[in-house]
Structures are given as structure tokens and as C-alpha cells.
């Protein structure tokens, strides 16, 4: 493996990645700060891939919040999921995989209807099921193998969203 080689490419989008986290909870927290307020009894819900869901293998980001918030009840639900998109979701139990209408126009060859008769509601329908307050999404880093040829593809993909 060379220096050139492709994990080390991915370094700095990881590290975006938890800078933005840790902004996120800097600016939840300072009380002079025009950014995100957190109320008492918000609901908070991540949608992302794969930054996203291997948080659910820690639970640091829920630990941080409800530390910070202690009395806010806060409710946090992490709906991401490696390999989705802001518009390509796929599940196997959901007729379709997209999250949004016109998503298709977004992705490649390779991301193609299943066919599946899935009977599970679609993101946005468990999104108003959780009543979100407040939706955080990890999108990019997944997006970033494709490199400055997917970059216009991804913004009109998260624009759409």
C-alpha cells in the first residue's frame, strides 16, 4: 500500500465528519449563539449512512446530549444506514428505495429498484411517525469515493433532498 493509496484520501472527510458533530454540540450549548436551540422534549432524528449509523455501536453523541440536557427529555433516534444516499435508501422490506420522488434521477446503474414487496413505511413517513423536531443528516462521506466527478451529482442530490 502506498501513500497515495485510497483510505488515506479518506482521512480528512472522517475528520470533517466529527468536526461537524462536535460543532453541532458546541453551538447547542452556548446560550449567546444564533445556531440550532435544543428545547425541552424535542425530537431528534439522524438519517445518514455509514458516519451515522456506526454511532449507533457507541452512543457517545445520545450520552453527550442528555448530559448536556439533563432535564430537556430529549428523544433521539438513529435512522441511518450504511449505503444510503439522501435520496437512495434501500431496504428490503419497503416497495421502493427512494427516499424522495425524482431521487432516481441522482444515483447510477447500480442503484436499482430491488422489486421488493416490502410492506415498511418509507424514511419520511417514519421521520413524521418520530415527530422530528430537529433532523440531522450524515451524508458525504460515502458519496466522497467518487471524488471530484460525483461532487455536482452529490450537492443537486442533497439540494433535492
Request: proline share 6%; glycine share 10%.
Amino acid at each position: 500500500m502506498t501513500l497515495s493509496s485510497t483510505p488515506l484520501l479518506r482521512v480528512p472527510v472522517l475528520l470533517s465528519g466529527i468536526l461537524s458533530i462536535l460543532f453541532f454540540l458546541s453551538q447547542c450549548s452556548s446560550s449567546t449563539s444564533s445556531g440550532l436551540a435544543i428545547h425541552k422534549g424535542d425530537h431528534i432524528i439522524l438519517i445518514g449512512n455509514n458516519l451515522g449509523s456506526r454511532m449507533m455501536n457507541y452512543s457517545h453523541f445520545e450520552t453527550e446530549m442528555h448530559l448536556r440536557y439533563p432535564d430537556s427529555l430529549l428523544y433521539l433516534r438513529n435512522m441511518c444506514d450504511g449505503g444510503n444516499t439522501p435520496g437512495f435508501r434501500p431496504h428490503p422490506g419497503r416497495v421502493s428505495p427512494w427516499a424522495f420522488p425524482g431521487a432516481e434521477r441522482f444515483q447510477s446503474e447500480l442503484a436499482k429498484n430491488s422489486g421488493s414487496r416490502g410492506h415498511f413505511e418509507t424514511p419520511d413517513e417514519w421521520i413524521t411517525r418520530h415527530e422530528a423536531d430537529v433532523i440531522l443528516a450524515f451524508f458525504g462521506y460515502n458519496e466522497s469515493f467518487q471524488g471530484e466527478a460525483g461532487l455536482s451529482n452529490y450537492k443537486a442530490e442533497l439540494e433535492a433532498l
